[in-house]
């Protein structure tokens, strides 16, 4: 069963989002404990939609759907509007380098990548749509 949330790009429905992919685990059974790599996955998602995919005059809505199944676990989707952007195009960091020859920024989506069993990024009809896949065990 998908459970799909629609709420505008904005910094105060980060918990909503949060919160609904909560819910709807509590609603599966699984403890929600098992949830903080997809919780924190999503959240570095989330804030960089609403930090970045919109103009400041003009914030778009996220489209968040989460889905149960055996096979894979949870399924996330992530949909915006927003400007064209594949987080996942950009070279994974360098852990070996000290923090300061690393640079700012990449960190998020490195870990993105390596919480998750699954990440796609797809462009499709003027949507950005980051679907993210975390499987557990039944």
Do not use: W
């Given at each position: 069963m998908n459970k799909t949330l629609v709420l505008s790009a904005r910094l105060e429905n980060l918990?909503?989002?949060?919160?609904?992919?909560?819910?709807?685990a509590t609603d599966r059974g699984l403890d929600v404990k098992l949830l903080y790599p997809v919780e924190l996955s999503l959240e570095e998602v989330l804030v960089n939609i609403i930090s970045y995919a919109y103009p400041e005059e003009k914030k778009g809505n996220i489209e968040l759907t989460c889905s149960w199944d055996s096979q894979h676990g949870v399924t996330i989707k992530v949909v915006d509007y927003g400007a064209a952007f594949d987080p996942l195009a950009k070279p994974d960091p360098d852990t070996n380098l000290s923090f300061y020859e690393r640079?700012?920024?990449?960190?998020?989506?490195?870990?993105?990548?390596?919480?998750?069993?699954?990440v796609v990024y797809e462009r499709s009809h003027d949507k950005n749509i980051l679907t993210m896949i975390k499987q557990y065990p039944r």
């Open positions: 918990e909503a989002f949060l919160a609904h992919i909560r819910n709807s640079g700012i920024g990449g960190l998020g989506i490195f870990l993105t990548k390596k919480m998750m069993d699954e």
